[in-house]
């Protein structure tokens, strides 16, 4: 029933800019915690940015210069602005919402939207 939808990915010249959205829907009243991650090809899917309920936020270090996560209970939306984009930015960024505590998602919620891809040229 939980469902999250990515939108915003495209290509984009090193040095420019994107946002992308999160909607989500369903029953989320105890999972806590939003967040986006990626994935390139032979890598393995990495944090980019996560924020919880009371709106404390983790970045990863490579991104955090560069990267802002904001959520919107509202709307239901969970954005994440990236700028200064590098070549070593493109992936599929994916959207997830699960059970976060210590700045970590716990395993047993594994909620992800389908991705959206965000390629940046040299």
């Known amino acids: 029933q939980v469902q999250l939808v990515e939108s915003g990915g495209g290509l984009v010249q090193a040095g420019g800019s994107l946002r992308l959205s999160c909607v989500v829907s369903g029953d989320t009243a105890t999972l806590n915690g939003l967040g986006w991650f990626r994935q390139s090809p032979g890598n393995d899917r990495e944090l980019v940015a996560a924020?919880?309920?009371?709106?404390?936020?983790k970045y990863a270090d490579v991104v955090k210069d560069r990267c802002a996560i904001s959520r919107d209970d509202a709307k239901n939306i969970v954005t994440l602005l990236m700028d200064k984009l590098k070549p070593e930015d493109t992936a599929v960024y994916y959207c997830?919402?699960?059970?976060?505590?210590?700045?970590?998602?716990?395993?047993?919620?594994?909620?992800w939207g389908q991705g959206t891809q965000v390629t940046v040229s040299s």
């Open positions: 924020i919880d309920n009371k709106e404390t936020i």
């Open positions: 997830r919402v699960g059970h976060y505590y210590d700045g970590d998602f716990s395993p047993a919620a594994d909620y």
